[in-house]
Structure formats: C-alpha cells, structure tokens
C-alpha cells in the first residue's frame, strides 16, 4: 500500500530548471527536516505525560522521514537491501510532553565514519505565547547495512542526500 505523503520538509527539486540564487536565505547549510507528531492519550504513562519510551518512538519516525526526504523512502531501502541499525541512542528529556501537543522533531545528520553515522534531533513545543519549548534533543548513531545484514559503507548517495543543502519555502 502506498505511503501517505511526507510531513517532512519540503524538498529540492532534482530538475536542471530548478535555479537557486547565491546566499538565498530559504537555504539551510545543513538540511533539516521537520517532522510534527501530535501526541495520543494511547503514549500517555499514569502520570498523565509521554511515557518516556514512546519519545525513541517520535524520534525514530522523525529519522525515516528525513531518509526519505532525501531519497531514501523505505522501498529505496528494501530494493537495495540496505537498513539503518540503531547502535547507540543518548536522549535528554528537558519537558514534559501532553495529550494534544504538537511536537516538532528536526534532525540532521551531523557526522559520518565509514560504516555508521550520527543524526542529531531535537523536538520542540510551540507555546500559546508563540515562544517554543525543547522537550527532548537526541544524538543516534546508526549503522548502515547491506544485503547480508553485514556492516558496509554509508553509501555515497546518502551521504549527499542527507548533506546536500536544501530549499524551505
């Protein structure tokens, strides 16, 4: 069955036609996407907030869409034999999160080693003042893997999909 569209950033187009000017603001050095999750009464823990598992949850989501932002959806990855093994995860949990909140979740990849890379995210809450709130900021390191479940090389495609500097709107 195929996916419902992205709620990740939007994205550049691949076209020759698509012409960028120089030191145009709407282009981020290092691509992010946004990715908002709306919190369920279902990922509340008896204390009333987001059971602290289920943000590895929001988080984990957030990853795949940024794959697939830059142009890695999950069938790219089936097709190619390839997955993204979670090796190490550190979570910082700075704000409770609630029924009906709506979270952002930004990640970036910040770094690559041969076999592995490390995402950053963080997920904020808009306030009623406008202001924002981090909740929770997260460092992953995944490995990359191939047919075989053996260790490879990050691909050099992903590499640039997840570096290459995109445009927002």
Known sequence: APRPPSTGAPRMSDSPETLIPAGDPRVTETPVTETTVVVRSSELDSFGHVNHAVFLN?????????????????????????????????VDYLAEA???????????????????????????RREADGGTTVVSEARVTAVWVGPGRRPMRVPDEVRKGLTTPRLHP
Not at 67 to 72: I, K
Not at 113 to 124: A, F, H, P, Y
């Open 58 to 90: 929001y988080f984990e989501h957030a990853r795949f869409e940024a794959l697939e932002a830059a142009g890695f959806s999950w069938s790219v990855l089936e097709e190619r034999g390839w997955g993204i093994f979670v090796v190490r995860i550190e």
């Open 98 to 124: 609630r029924r009906g909140d709506h979270l952002v979740v930004r990640t970036h990849a910040e770094s690559f080693r041969r076999t592995s890379m490390l995402l950053v995210q963080s997920m904020t």
